[in-house]
T-cell receptor
């Protein structure tokens, strides 16, 4: 069953605005990862945050993790049309257990 | 070419036929995975493998068979395809001793008529 649940399901913003996507999960985790999928392509890893971390940055990406609320957020700052894609959170419970993916947020950035 | 490849990229078949989707990775990653992606369901794990000759069921294994005789290959077989198996299939690999990043192939779009 799905572990992560992204919110919103779809998001449409203007170029230059910030985009925030949220992910909630059900059980304790070892780490949480965000992936991006362009239309018709495979998923590409964006960023990983471990259970003992609260915030992480990578370029225009900022990820937060709140283990007490079992939630994470992905912020994309100064969005570009090229950021248009679906974004998925995925959790790893422990060790080498398989990643479990949410259903994704579809982001549209309008130029 | 380095990376993870899938073949075929597109496949149309008929109900009841056997279909094999191929996955090949060049990194010698220990773990390999098969997911299916359907509207409204996101990615669901079908089978995974921790090493050659070791495979485990995922969330939706029924109707699928896998094997892993070599580290670099992880074929997925639909023994008797059904319409409900129409989907996009993604293979992925992961190095358990590395960065914890999972790498995905480009996907195979399968249509069962």
């Amino acid at each position: 069953s799905q572990q992560g649940e992204e919110d919103p399901q779809a998001l449409s913003i203007q170029e230059g605005e910030n985009a925030t996507m949220n992910c909630s999960y059900k059980t304790s985790i070892n780490n949480l990862q965000w992936y991006r999928q362009n239309s018709g392509r495979g998923l590409v890893h964006l960023i990983l945050i471990r259970s003992n971390e609260r915030e992480k940055h990578s370029g225009r990406l900022r990820v937060t993790l709140d283990t007490s609320k079992k939630s994470s957020s992905l912020l994309i700052t100064a969005s570009r049309a090229a950021d248009t894609a679906s974004y998925f959170c995925a959790t790893r419970n422990s060790g080498n257990t398989p990643l479990v993916f949410g259903k994704g947020t579809r982001l549209s950035v309008i130029a | 070419d380095a990376g993870i490849t899938q073949s075929p990229r597109y496949k149309i078949t008929e109900t009841g036929r056997q279909v094999t989707l191929m996955c090949h990775q060049t990194w010698s990653h220990s773990y390999m995975f098969w997911y299916r992606q359907d509207l409204g369901h996101g990615l669901r794990l079908i089978y995974y493998s921790a090493a050659a000759d070791i495979t485990d069921k995922g969330e939706v294994p029924d109707g699928y068979v896998v094997s892993r005789s070599k580290t670099e290959n992880f074929p997925l077989t639909l023994e008797s395809a059904t319409r409900s198996q129409t989907s996009v299939y993604f293979c992925a690999s992961y190095d358990s001793g590395g960065s914890d990043t999972q790498y995905f192939g480009p996907g195979t779009r399968l249509t069962v008529l």
